[in-house]
């Protein structure tokens, strides 16, 4: 694509980030769920189109089409099949990793697809035969604490504003990389950032320029701070809940790390950094089991609450259909305290035969459960009705709260229970605005009415 037009001025950007939570970069090779490795390195990174893309979304959303061509490209066809072109003037490089070896840590976590009819596990008949699979898979994702570099080039400074705008939208969370997005992953925090205007106009500028990869820091600004600011786009509500495990509870990993006699036959999942948590994919399909009651419940009311479900979890494009992205979030949650967790004592159970009502021989088993404090999170964008997202997400929280529903597996003996102590929602777009539901003092401080107006949006048709 050939540019059509000139600049005098370059501007570029080194951005130095972290991963706040797991990092998804589908890969082409092998299994999907694996992560992007650069074929020269055999690292994982992130490629320079994935980065473009996240900017690209976010300047439509925040600053509308018109100049979403003149900045990032644009190619249109005619009925004559002529394409009429605009060449990008922004540029980016693919993220590459800093913390190789032992600091960049990969991890493997199971998944399931649940069949929404049943409530089970998917399957399938596997093609050619009669046999039925079941829909368990693995994904991998690149630890949090990851930290990566990337360069931005800008040709047109009239957009600088923009581009920092975006920047700091990344910073605050706005902004996820890579997939698995609803799941928590990709979010993403600007460690550092270096920013140097070239005057191409000017021969020591154009000198620096032509040596620009190997220029030191000094010669750059150090923005950083500026991307504190709060950007254009927000969220619409942040909600956070505070509790404890009413006992125990169990999100079963892959394997455990520990062998021999007394290693557990299964143990809470882990992340990166060793401590042991509720995926966020573990409690979006929790929450989004108990919206679907409750939304089933409201409909046979008179209150059609499907739409709902769509809007806060998206749902799935076909070939007829592009598919929709929803406005709830969740993140990874870690329970309790590493320490205390590990030397708690091992579970032992027994599988018991159905038919004899017998002990099985050799269904001795053990597990690792896990214990304590726990803060989980959650957003809601604002797009497809937030405050009807809300309002049935409050009430799952609500039986969260009062044991009607649990975390993890182990719901018929008792465990992923959670005493709520309370729920605070912040209305993002207003950042006085907080409601906070009690439970332990029995009380709701709504003064703002946000709650209440997000239970009487769920009503309305």
């Known amino acids: ?46 490629q320079a189109s994935s980065i473009a893309g996240v900017f690209r979304s976010y300047y439509e959303q925040a600053y509308g089409d018109n100049g979403t061509g003149d900045l990032f490209g644009d190619r249109k066809f005619t009925e004559s099949t002529n394409a009429s072109e605009k060449g990008s003037k922004i540029r980016f490089s693919d993220g590459r990793f800093e913390n190789k070896g032992r600091d960049l840590k990969l991890e493997l976590r199971p998944r399931v697809s649940i069949d929404p009819v049943s409530g089970t596990c998917k399957e399938s ?32 400074a009239r957009c600088k504003d923009q581009v920092e705008d975006i920047l700091t939208a990344m910073n605050q969370g706005i902004i996820q990389i890579g997939g698995q997005k609803s799941n928590g992953c990709g979010y993403i925090k600007v460690v550092k950032a ?14 620096l320029w032509y040596e620009e990869e190997e220029l030191p820091e000094e010669n750059y600004k150090e923005i950083t701070t500026s991307l504190q600011n709060k950007s254009k786009m927000k969220n619409a509500f942040e909600i956070l809940l505070e509790g404890r495990t009413e ?36 409690f979006k399909g929790a929450l989004r089991a108990q919206m679907e009651k409750i ?26 259909y592009s598919g929709k992205i929803g406005n ?9 305290d590493r320490e205390e967790n590990d030397v708690a004592p091992l579970k032992r159970r027994i599988h018991i035969d159905k038919f004899t009502g017998g002990v099985i021989h050799g269904g001795l088993f053990s597990e690792k459960n896990v214990f304590g404090d726990l803060n989980l999170r959650l957003t809601i964008r604002n797009k497809n009705f937030p405050e009807k997202t809300c309002g049935i997400l409050v009430m799952a929280l609500r039986d969260l709260a009062i044991g009607a529903m649990n975390l993890g597996s182990g719901y018929n003996i008792g465990k992923g229970m959670i005493s709520v102590k309370k729920i605070v929602v912040k209305d993002c777009r207003d950042s006085e605005k907080v409601a906070v539901l009690d439970f332990e003092n029995n009380r709701i401080l709504d003064e703002n009415q946000i709650i209440s107006q997000c239970l009487a949006a769920v009503q309305e048709v």
């Open 125 to 156: 008949i596997v093609k050619g035969t009669s046999q039925k699979s079941g829909h368990k898979f693995n994904m991998e994702y690149i630890s949090a604490g990851a930290e990566f570099v990337f360069e931005i080039y800008l040709y047109d």
């Open 1 to 46: 694509m050939s540019l059509n037009y000139s600049y005098n001025k370059i501007i570029k950007y080194v951005i130095k980030a972290e991963c706040q939570e797991p990092l998804h970069i589908g890969s082409a090779e092998g299994s999907s769920e694996e992560v992007l490795i650069h074929p020269v390195d055999r690292i994982p990174f992130i």
């Open 328 to 336: 709830l979030f969740v993140y990874d949650t870690v329970v309790g």
């Open 295 to 320: 939304a089933a419940y409201l409909s046979e009311n008179g209150t059609e609450c499907e739409a709902i479900i769509e809007d806060a979890f998206g749902k799935r494009g076909t070939d007829d």
């Open 194 to 207: 270096l920013c140097r205007e070239f005057d191409m106009t000017k021969p020591e500028d154009r000198k």
């Open 247 to 282: 006992g125990e509870l169990l999100v079963k990993s892959i394997s455990t790390l520990d062998v021999g006699q007394d290693a557990a036959d299964s143990e809470n999942i882990r992340n990166g950094k060793g401590d042991y948590i509720i995926p966020g994919s573990s």
